[in-house]
């Protein structure tokens, strides 16, 4: 499939070399919604059923594809979020569509991490303690070593070369990396599921010279994952975006563009896709998620975080936070739905003077950023 | 992330080792094959909270409240998930009087059943052999007080894993203990006290260089019978904080115990005896705060050579 292979491409383009982020110090507040830029169905569509229109460049498919055999969108670099954590990761940084930012805080770094040492906490029993996969089969959508996996469960999805694949959050709940090689490319998928993270790397670009394997650290860092690299054996913050500790210490993380939805819609819109088994050579349910109540309990950030969490929005609220040359933007998925008046609609916004283009559809849990053009314009229709 | 199964599994199944029978600093005397047989069990919902537990959310006192944790508090192993591990295991000590002053031992466990299960699903168990330890000691002192001079090695020949749903059967490292212990006989009773340093050396499979520890212990016991004696004793061991090895510098929290240790022990023949334990942690960090139980078996044969006559008994 030409246009998925050229979207792949296209996308490790636009992002370019790591982004450098930034915490603490003056922005500027989000300011007022942007109402008349943003705009919802009204009849909800299915996601496999709806199209992106550009007024300047034609219909796209939710993730980007050109429907007319264009060029695909370029993704900004993205990922969504428990609110808590990405206040206390992301201090002072922009918000759409509040009265004001993130509240300001200041996180101490020294030489040794560039946050404080001791809130680096052991989780669990040392590195690799929640074991990282290497390249895990995969099968196709209809394969029916699938039935741990609902529709309503939701997936990572990655478009490489060779096609469409799904990571499930099922899968990473239990293993948080999936380390792979694809067509050549080196990429790993990381999900913490304390602080509802999913995030790609690309794993060529931590230590020059090296491709890296991923695995988990053992250790949080205000409840989110620590990685580390076996190469280097430097420490990674999944969502800080850089390395913490080591020898590759204050080195921005390579972040890919990496897609967010539910199972059933990811796979009504890439049926060919390609999904991790559950065949992992490892011993877990699948069916089960393993922290209880804790995606639901307002109250249990699982340790008391540095700074403590903004209020605006309560701890488990979604956000979908993008990163723009080293600006961060975070984007509420209620003041999504809010500024579109639906839960599925698009809403234009310009983060560092670049301009993009958000879909969202809350009912598949999707939330996505596109780059457009400064005069462009998108609406989201039935195909 | 889930709970730290795997401290839990390196600490019960294998550094709450049972305690000498022959308690004291006397040696065997030489031509004298001591063995004991022991088994230990420990159920633990629980552990103690340490410095970087502080702050831990999700928690709930008996009534239903949140509670935040802190340092030194007893916790389950994860607010949302609970936890317990159990542990019955098996150790068979042999050791053998070389000289009156010199003595060696050697220590099997064997990991009859390791478990930890939770609510999340996890439910990982395991058995095998553990961590054999080999000693050393030296008698240097005899009346009236009794010293002894002892060195151990740990070898890390039990599987070793850092994955949370497997619990590991022995701790992946090296570790070499050096200890003095001094006694005195008062009557029917004694005191003994014993100081020692165990150099722990890095563990490979987790890059974790664990801390050193400190191992001091003051035990008495009182013989109320020919046949029957009681022990007790209190335990502390202190670790020092460990570091990652690597380039990562990022400290890992000290763990540290205060345990009281009673024993019943009753002689059977005129050299078996029979002894049950209860080892209760009082206070600690990075550490099970559940009580382990044990009962054993020992014995002394007669000697086996005897220089001084020319043969065995």
């Not at chain 1, 060029?71 to 201090?91: I, T």
């Not at chain 2, 000498?20 to 629980?46: F, P």
């Not at chain 2, 949140?66 to 050791?95: H, K, M, N, S, W």
């Amino acid at each position: 499939m030409s246009g998925n292979r050229w979207w792949w491409w296209l996308a490790l383009l636009t992002l370019g070399c790591g982004n450098d982020v930034t915490t603490g110090g003056a922005r500027d507040a989000g300011g007022s919604r942007p109402t008349a830029d943003a705009g919802g169905t009204g009849d909800e569509l299915a996601l496999e059923a709806a199209s992106l229109v550009s007024d300047a460049r034609g219909r796209f498919d939710v993730t980007g594809r050109g429907l007319d055999g264009q060029d695909a969108l370029a993704s900004v670099a993205g990922h969504n979020a428990f609110w808590f954590a990405w206040s206390v990761f992301h201090p002072g940084s922009e918000l759409f569509g509040t009265e004001r930012g993130v509240r300001e805080a200041t996180i101490e770094s020294s030489d040794e991490c560039t946050v404080p040492c001791r809130e680096v906490a052991p989780a669990c029993g040392g590195r690799d303690c929640i074991p990282a996969l290497q390249s895990p089969t995969m099968v196709g959508a209809d394969d029916p070593s699938l039935s741990f996996l609902r529709d309503v469960d939701e997936v990572l999805g990655v478009i490489t070369p060779s096609g469409p694949r799904a990571y499930p959050h099922n899968i990473l709940w239990w293993h948080e990396i999936v380390n792979e090689e694809v067509d050549g490319e080196a990429f790993s998928v990381t999900f913490c599921p304390l602080t509802g993270s999913g995030l790609a790397f690309d794993r060529r670009r931590f230590v020059e010279g090296s491709t890296v394997e991923l695995g988990v650290s053992g250790n949080l860092y205000n409840s989110n994952l620590v990685m580390y690299d076996r190469t280097s054996e430097s420490f990674w913050s999944q969502m800080r975006l850089e390395s913490i500790s080591g020898t590759e210490i204050g080195t921005p993380s390579p972040i890919l563009p990496v897609f967010e939805m539910t199972w059933g819609a990811w796979k009504a819109l890439h049926p060919d896709t390609r999904v991790v088994s559950s065949d992992t050579g490892h011993s877990r349910d699948y069916t089960r998620y393993p922290y209880g109540d804790y995606r639901v309990n307002d109250t249990n950030t699982f340790r008391a975080t540095n700074p403590p969490p903004d209020d605006l929005f309560d701890n488990k609220d979604m956000v979908f936070g993008v990163v723009v040359d080293g600006t961060l933007r975070g984007y509420a998925w209620d003041v999504l739905a809010e500024t579109s008046g639906s839960p599925q609609g698009v809403v234009h916004d310009e983060v560092a003077g670049a301009p993009i283009v958000l879909v969202h559809d809350l009912r598949a849990r999707y939330v996505h950023a596109f780059r457009r053009d400064a005069d462009e314009r998108f609406t989201l229709v039935a195909r | 992330m889930l709970p730290p199964a795997l401290l839990v599994a390196i600490v019960c199944a294998v550094v709450l080792a049972p305690e000498r029978a022959h308690a004291g600093a006397w040696t065997l005397e030489e031509g004298r094959l001591w063995g004991k047989l022991a088994v230990l069990h420990l159920s633990s919902d629980q552990l103690f909270a340490t410095e970087t537990d502080a702050g831990l959310l999700g928690c709930a006192n008996g009534a239903g409240e949140a509670i935040v944790i802190g340092p030194r508090d007893r916790r389950p192993y994860d607010c949302t998930t609970g936890g317990t591990f159990r542990v019955t295991a098996v150790y068979a000590e042999l050791a053998l009087g070389l000289l009156d002053e010199l003595e060696v031992s050697l220590q099997v466990p064997w990991i009859a059943d390791v478990r930890f299960s939770n609510t999340s699903g996890l439910d990982g168990r395991d058995s095998g052999i553990g961590d054999l330890r080999a000693s050393l000691r030296y008698r240097v002192l005899a009346q009236p007080f009794v010293g002894t001079l002892a060195f151990q090695v740990k070898v890390p020949s039990g599987r070793f894993t850092t994955d949370e749903a497997v619990p590991p059967l022995g701790e992946g490292q090296w570790d070499l203990t050096f200890s003095a212990q001094a006694g005195r006989s008062f009557g029917r009773g004694y005191l003994n006290a014993d100081v020692g340093y165990r150099v722990r050396l890095p563990n490979d499979d987790t890059r974790i260089d664990v801390g050193d520890e400190i191992l001091t212990s003051l035990e008495g016991g009182a013989s109320l019978h020919p046949r029957f004696a009681l022990r007790a004793a209190s335990a502390l061991l202190w670790g020092f904080e460990s570091e990652n090895v690597g380039s990562a510098v990022l400290a890992r929290p000290r763990r540290w115990v205060l345990e009281g240790r009673f024993t019943a022990a009753v002689v059977v023949h005129e050299h078996v005896g029979l002894e049950a334990f209860v080892f209760v942690p009082l206070v600690g960090e990075g550490w099970p705060a559940n009580a382990t139980y044990g009962i054993a078996v020992s014995g002394t044969t007669p000697k086996l050579w005897d220089r001084r006559r020319g043969g065995g008994e």
